[in-house]
Structures are given as structure tokens and as C-alpha cells.
């Protein structure tokens, strides 16, 4: 499959005796956070991990297109590319990120501190506009902090999320070529322009066979 969505959902629970897991089960338990540590939520050692870095290949097009994660806490979300993180503050200097209560995941959750339920239910106010793209060839890192630690003894569960489309082979080399001509890139669009190369494909046969005599 050549162009496909994904999701990727991570939380700070995995099997007692643990830090990370590869697969979530019923029986995980929450891992302590510390604060102000930027979290790599793919390769980071705690809660649900794979294997090596995002990155993509040489014939792969990622368009990052949503972020949320738990807003008690203090929790933010930051996109990282290669060494360049996406939010910053107007100086150029480093922020946190998209704060959980601008972004909250699950939508419609309550803001909480130490357990204690505020009363609130937290509808999105944030919209990553425009997407995020990640070129052929580089890394990226979904990274996550809190501004307040969790303990060993907390059963404070805090999660992320993150949705992007993946173009691969002929379909990251149309999102190259939207790229260059300034169109946004989403499904829509990569199939308009492949429409838009076979219809030139059919024009450029019936011009030739018209210039042939029909022959």
C-alpha cells in the first residue's frame, strides 16, 4: 500500500518489573515521569516503545497531521525533525510545546492535579495548521513532558497521541512534486494529481494518433 493513515498511541504504562513494553496488556502499571525530561514516545524506555527511531526511507513522505496528549500534569507535546523542534517561542528559544490542555487527549477529558478531578471537560482549541512534514530521509521524534514528576507510588496514567499519513514509493514522489509546486498535501490532492497525469497521458495519445492520420 503506497499511501495509508496511522495512528500511534502511547502511555506510561508497561509490565511490573519494567520501564517500556512493546505491546500493551491489561496487567501494565503506570511508570514514574520525571519533570521537565523531553520523552522520545517512540524509543524512550518508558510505556509502549518500538524497536529503532522514526524515520523514513529514501522513498517515503510522512505529512504529521495531529497531536494531543493528557493535560494534567503539565503535559506538552513538541515535534522534533532531525535536530530542529517545530514549536518555539517568537525568540527562537526551545518551549515545551502544545500543552495537553490545548490538545487534550482523550478529547473531552478532565484537567487534573494529584488525582484530584477539577471538574472539567477539555474540548480541543489547537489545530496543527499547517501539517507537519517530514521529508524523505530524516528522523523524527514525538517528544512529551510534564511539568510536574509522577512517583513510583502514583497511579497517575498520563498518554499521547499522534496521527500522520505515510506516502510511500510512487505516491511520496507526487507529494515531493505538491511540495514543489506550493499544494497542500493530503489524499485528496495526491490523487488529483495522479488523475491529472493520466488525463494528460490520454490527451498526449489522441494528439499523437490525430498527428498519424488515425493510424
Excluded: H
Excluded at 499519513?165 to 497542500?184: F, H, M, R, S
Aim: aromatic share 8%.
Amino acid at each position: 500500500m503506497s499511501m495509508r493513515s496511522q495512528v500511534y498511541e502511547w502511555a506510561n504504562l508497561a509490565p511490573v518489573g519494567q520501564t517500556s513494553t512493546l505491546r500493551r496488556t491489561i496487567a501494565d502499571v503506570p511508570k514514574a515521569l520525571t519533570a521537565g525530561r523531553e520523552l522520545d514516545l517512540f524509543i524512550g524506555g518508558v510505556g509502549n516503545n518500538i524497536t529503532k527511531p522514526a524515520e523514513t526511507t529514501a522513498t517515503q513522505f510522512i505529512v504529521i497531521e495531529d497531536i494531543a496528549c493528557s493535560p494534567n500534569l503539565g503535559g506538552a507535546m513538541q515535534i522534533r525533525i532531525n535536530t530542529t523542534d517545530y514549536f518555539q517561542n517568537p525568540d527562537v528559544t526551545d518551549q515545551f510545546g502544545v500543552p495537553g490542555l490545548a490538545s487534550p487527549y482523550p478529547r473531552g477529558t478532565a484537567s487534573t492535579s494529584g488525582g484530584t478531578t477539577t471538574g472539567d471537560n477539555l474540548l480541543k482549541s489547537f489545530d496543527l495548521y499547517p501539517d507537519v512534514y517530514v521529508l524523505p530521509g530524516q528522523v523524527f521524534q514525538m517528544l512529551f513532558q510534564l511539568r510536574t514528576a509522577t512517583s513510583a507510588t502514583d497511579t497517575e496514567v498520563v498518554a499521547a497521541f499522534i496521527k500522520y499519513t505515510l506516502y510511500d514509493g510512487p505516491d511520496a514522489l507526487i507529494a515531493n512534486k505538491l511540495l514543489e509546486l506550493g499544494v497542500t498535501i493530503n489524499p485528496n490532492n495526491v490523487d488529483w494529481y495522479k488523475r491529472t497525469l493520466i488525463e494528460q497521458q490520454q490527451r498526449s495519445r489522441v494528439a499523437a494518433t490525430a498527428a498519424s492520420g488515425g493510424a
